[in-house]
C-alpha cells in the first residue's frame, strides 16, 4: 500500500481532487461539508493501476489548521501537491511546502486544479519552481478539473507513476506507529488510527504508549482485518490495556525499548541566512506531535544553530529524528531540527552551553555507538539501543559498555584506592565493592567486579591486592589453620589458638590479602569459598532454619554461625524470615 498525503493554501481544491481520484469524500462532518472547508484530517483509499492499494489523507489548507496539517502529513513519505490554476501561489501554500521540506519529504507531485477556471500554466510554473527549491525536487505536474473530470486520468497516471519510485520502507525497523484518531467501538473498545511509516504490527503484538503496555487485540487496514500490516500503510488498531481517553493524536505506540521518552534533547537546525535569534517559545512537530518547546541556544554559526530543546511533555525520540520547528505567532516554519543528543547532560557550570556546542559541533546525528562512548562514557547497551544506537564492541561487563580510555582510568583508580586503603587500615585490607562503587562514581556492582583484575581480587566481599608471599612464620601458622579448618570447616580459630599460632591482626590481614584465608568478620577467618561449603551443608537442614539448628548443622559456634550467616544473608544465600529464621535462596 502507499500513503498519500494532501498539501497546498485553503479552497484550492484537495479534498475535491481526493473525493474525484477515490469516489470518497474525506470531510467527514456535517460542518465540513456545510462550510465547504476542511477542518480535521480526512482519509479515503483506491485502487491506482500499476500502483495497487493508495491510501490518501486529507489536510486542511486553512492557515488556522496547520498543526492539524502536519499531524496528517507528518508519518507520510509521499506528497501531492495542490494549486489552484485560479488562485495561483498562496501563503499556505508557501507554509505547507516548507513544512514539507523540514519533514523531508522527497517524493510527490503537482496538480493544479480548478483548470477549468483559468490557465493552469502560470500557476504551475511559479509553483514547479518552488518545490524545486525544496526536498520534493523536480516533480511531475498534472492539471485537472474536478467539474469536467478532464485531467483526472492524467493525475491518476502521473501519482501511479511517482508511486512505482517510492522505496519500500524497512519493515523489521522499531514501530514507532503517531495516533492521529481515536475513538470507541462498542463491543471492541479502544480503536485508533494512523499512518504507520516504519516497521509491522501483527495481532498480538505487544506496545508501548507512556508508561504503560499495550496490547494489540486485531489489525485493520483498507476496512478489513488483516493478521498484521507493513509500512507504509494507514491502520486501525484495536488496542487492549488503554481506555480511548488516555490515547489520542500525538501518542505513538512504539516497539518496547526502541525509543528514549525525553522532554529534553539538543538539536542542529539549519537557520536561515537572515541571521535572526531562534525565538524562544516554539512548537515541535513530530509524527502526529505537536508540543510547544522552550528553546535554548547552545552556539552554532550563521548556517546553523545548536539548541537545547525543553518541552512540557515527553516526546518517544531517537537519536536522528528530524523534528519540525513552527513559530505559530509568526506563521512560520524554520526548519528541520536535526536530534543530536535525545538524553543531554545537564549545563550547570558558568560555559557549560558553549562547551557542549563544542561537543556536538562534531556530531551529525547519525547513530555513532563509539562518539556515544565517547561522550558518555559508561552506558548500558539497553540504553543506547532505546536512543537509536546499535552498541559496537564487547561490553565491558553485563550489558554495560565503556569508553577504553574511561575504562582504563576506572581501573586506574580502584587500585589506586585499595592501596591507600591497605595502607590506613590492615584489617581491612581493601573497599568492599560497594565503598568501591560509589569511590569510583559507577552504577552497578558487577561493573566494580569487571575491574577487579591482577594484582587485585574478592575476597570476603572486598576488593584487595593479591600479596602472595607471606612470611614463613605466617604462612606456617596459616597452614596448621587450614589443617584444623579441613577437619572442622566452620570452626574458626579462637583468640586463643590465634594468639598460640602468633596470629595478630596484621598477619591475618596479610592471610587474607594473599588469599589463603577469608575474613568472616573481625578476628573471626575461615578457609577461602567457606559461603559455598555453608551453603552445601545447610541443603541437609530442613528449612527454614533457626540459628541454633544452623549452628549444630554447621557444626561449630554462635560466635561464628552468627557473622557467617551474616555473611550468607549479605550474598544473598540466604533469606531471613519475620521470625528470624532463614531458608537458602538458591543463589
Ligand atoms: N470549478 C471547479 N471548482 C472546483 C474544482 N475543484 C474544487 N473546486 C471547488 O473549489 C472549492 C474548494 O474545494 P475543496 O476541495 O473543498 O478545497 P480544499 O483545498 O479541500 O479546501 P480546504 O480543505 O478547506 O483547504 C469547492 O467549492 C469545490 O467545489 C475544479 O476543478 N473546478
Ligand atoms: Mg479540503
Redesign the pocket.
Known sequence: MHVVATA??????????VRALTGRDP?RYAEEKRR???LDLGFAWTELDGAGPVAFV?V???ERFVPTMLAGVGPVPVAVF?VAADGGWMPQSAEHLAALDALGVRHGLLVV?????ADPAPARERALAELRASSLGDVPAAA????TGAGLEEVRATLARVLVGVPAPDVRAPVRFWVDRSFTVTGAGTVVTGTLSAGRIAVGDELRLGERTVHVRGVQSLERDVPHVDAVARVALNLRGVDRRDVGRGDALLTPGTHRETDVLDVRLAVAGDGEPVPAQLVAHLGSAAVPVHVRPLGGDGAEALLRLRSRTALPLRVGDRLLLRDPARHVVLGAATALDVDPPPLRRRGAAAARAAELAGVSGAPDAAGELRRRRLVSGRHLRAMGVEPAGTPVAGDWYADPGFWAGRAERLRALVAGFGATDPLHPGPTLEQARRALGLPALELVEALVAAPLRVSGGRVVERTDDLPAAVERSVALVLADLRREPFAAPDVERLRELRLGRPELAAAVRAGRLERVAEGIVLAPGYRARAVDALRAVPQPFSMSEARRALGTSRRVAVPLLEALDAAGATARDADDRRRLTGR
Open positions: 497546498g493554501h485553503v479552497d484550492h481544491g484537495k479534498s475535491t481532487l470531510d465547504g472547508l476542511t486529507d486542511p489548507g486553512h495542490v486544479t480548478r483548470a477549468d477556471l485537472c478539473s474536478a467539474v
